[in-house]
């Protein structure tokens, strides 16, 4: 995964090269970008596929549930780029990694896949915070990443630029306005990024803790899946 220093004044990477790293992921420009992303969590849901047709067990249905909520995230993040809106796609970018956190700690610790469950009590649901820093031992720039996009969904200074751009007609002058924007025109072009690659994690682990749950099956839900 990149580094979180994506997320800064600038709303993009000041590592070398920036643009060679976007382009290698095929994000050109935000329209290309988008097709990109969807195109790859087009690729997660066909490794989802082959596994869904036979019964489910309430863990394996918890793991639907996990597609679900990533389709959410996703397709959410898109069109809040589509929008321009920084706030929305930082927000549903941060959720997402959350769910891919989620997959991480299952797979590293496979005792606990139980707390995926549709029946799991409350008191066995998963603390953001642990997960976070389970997935960054495997994926060592996660924890700064989210870090970075928390900063948008908390009232802090740092997440306020967005309403600010530097005025057109007088130097050293900005101009808020209540709608939100990105300050550059990349910024959603890491946010595309960003997105591919925690689609990547989803794609790495998912299809084998559902393996692992379905060992036991117990009903079998009407399944489908829409692009």
């Known amino acids: 995964m990149t580094g979180a220093s994506e997320i800064s004044d600038d709303d993009v990477s000041t590592a070398a090269r920036p643009h060679e790293i976007l382009a290698r992921r095929g994000i050109l420009d935000l329209a290309s970008g988008i097709k990109a992303a969807s195109d790859h969590f087009w690729s997660f849901l066909q490794a989802v596929q082959p596994h869904v047709q036979g019964d489910a067990s309430s863990i394996s249905m918890g793991l639907l549930s996990m597609v679900t909520r990533a ?3 996703h397709h959410g993040t898109l069109d809040m780029l589509r929008a321009g809106n920084p706030f929305g796609a930082y927000a549903l970018v941060r959720s997402y990694a959350e769910n891919a956190a989620a997959l991480v700690w299952m797979h590293r610790k496979p005792g606990d896949l139980a707390r995926l469950s549709l029946s799991a009590r409350r008191d066995e649901k998963l603390v953001v915070g642990r997960i976070v820093a389970e997935a960054t031992k495997q994926y060592p720039a996660f924890k700064a990443l989210y870090e970075g996009l928390s900063e ?10 967005a309403a600010w751009t530097p005025s057109d007609n007088v130097e050293d002058r900005v101009s808020w306005a209540s709608s939100p924007r990105f300050k550059s025109d990349e910024g ?28 036991a099956a117990e009903d079998s839900p009407a399944l489908g899946m829409d692009r």
């Open 71 to 73: 389709q959410a995230f």
């Open 152 to 161: 948008y969904t908390h009232p802090v200074a740092s997440a306020f630029h």
């Open 188 to 215: 959603p072009l890491w946010v595309v990024l960003w997105l591919m690659e925690i689609t990547d994690i989803h794609i790495a682990v998912w299809p084998g803790l559902y393996i692992q749950a379905t060992r």
